[in-house]
């Protein structure tokens, strides 16, 4: 009875302060005003969804409006500017003037399911548990159900900022996940064998889970899920942009870089001299440039780098220099591993990019009239490779991923991946492998390559189906 009317009380508060402080012509005339500035002005981020398909869904939300709490108004306009699918293009939800609340955790998507990477103190018994339902909707539908809500450049990105939504009540209940709205949601977790359900009262509203990099690090009424006798070298020291460890055992360097702009210690240029110095008069095999927790920065910033590692006969040859990308390489790093496909023989390990290879970027700030929301509309194209070579992300050469386990144990089955790497014939591009024997008419070797290699873990992520109908259409027109 008690929970019951904890429950009752917590919808009543959350229901009054959703009312809207608007009308219904100031909503309408917030969203005819984003209408007509993306015609407007951007009508260029008309690539992956269509003028005819935003208009429709602009109309359906404009009728519904005077049926709708405020928090559904906010989410539908969310939903429209991150129709178009570009990382930097969204809505300002989350720090408008109609501040949404947020769970008391941190969700992580593991190689094997969702999981509490972090929760507040109250809630120590949660921690590290799996997620199998949100108030009785299984998880995989919880997260189909946000998918619109969020901007996802692609699965990648999803992955890295669905956790976001998933804890946000007003979320839930525009999308359908939680029927009533209220600031007590309801999970079903299983943690050590054993599937229990536990109520999460949300933060109050503005406050927000405190993270770094996407992840929440053990901290006074924080706690990580990650056993706290060790640290893996992706998260040590922070508090610097960059820093690099010499591993004499393995005669290699590892050089985490998790933001595209200067440490206030020593600037990019600096601490890549000192880095290419140290490679240079030490006896280092092989270069591990992690860049998994990169969201970006300045991408002007990369030409040190990128320069380094071309001026490098040491570093600069397959299998001594890798890249660590992942679902949060993003922004002015997706531009740093463009080049570094272009112009270095770097081995990409690790999990596909949270950016297309060419994207629109650099977005100006809209602030809707009436309601004072922001919205972020991308003015900026930014390609480094040509247009036939797009794809939804710059793929890994070697894909691995982590478990719950890994992360849970401090293990680096990524890093693990580029130390223990020993194929100095590794085949870097697998399509121009197999043009290359094609063209010179070693047609048997052909098909049982192609055959092998399409099977083979590490290349999953390759599109082959794509290539080879591409291959197939350019030898038809010639």
Partial sequence: MQKLILLLVSCFVLQAAAQSTLTTKQWQDDLKFLQETIHKDYSFLFKKTTKEAFDAEVETLYKNIPNLQEHEIVIGLARLVSSFKYGH???????????????????????????????????????????????????????????????????????????????SPEVLHAQGVIKELSTTVEFTLEKDGKTFKQAFNALPSGERVPTTYSLVQQDGDWLDARE?????????????????EYLPEYKTVYVRHSEIQDDSSENIPDFYNRLFNFTDSNDVERLVLDVRL?????????????????????????????????????????????????????????????????????????????????????????????????????????????????????RDPVLDAAISFSDDNYILNPMEYLTNLFLTGEIEKLKSESAKIVKESKYRFFNFETQFNKAGYKLLGS
């Fill in 89 to 167: 293009t969204g809505l300002g939800f989350r720090d408008q003037p109609h501040s949404f609340h947020q769970l008391p955790f941190n969700l992580y998507q593991f190689n094997d399911g969702v999981y509490i990477q972090g929760v507040h103190k109250d809630y120590q018994q949660a921690l590290g548990a799996k997620v199998i339902a949100i108030a009785g909707v299984p998880i995989e539908d919880a997260l189909k159900a946000i998918y619109p809500v969020v901007p996802a450049e692609n699965d990648q990105f999803f992955k890295a900022y669905s956790g976001m939504y998933l804890s």
């Fill in 228 to 244: 706290q006798n060790n640290t893996p070298f992706y998260l040590k020291q922070l508090d610097k942009k960059y820093y690099f």
């Fill in 294 to 410: 990169n969201g970006g920065g300045n991408n002007y910033k990369n030409k040190p780098i990128v320069t380094g590692i071309i001026k490098s006969e040491k570093i600069n040859k397959v299998g001594s220099f890798f890249v660590i990308i992942g679902r949060r390489t993003f922004s002015a790093c997706q531009n740093l591993v463009n080049e570094l496909s272009n112009y270095t023989n770097a081995i990409f390990i690790g999990e596909p990019t949270g950016e297309n290879v060419n994207f629109y970027g650099d977005n100006n700030r809209v602030e809707l009239p009436n309601s004072k929301i922001p919205a972020y509309l991308s003015f900026a194209w930014w390609q480094d490779k040509p247009q036939w070579e797009n794809d939804d992300w710059l793929a890994p050469h070697i894909a691995v991923d982590m478990s719950f386990e890994d992360y849970k144990l401090n």
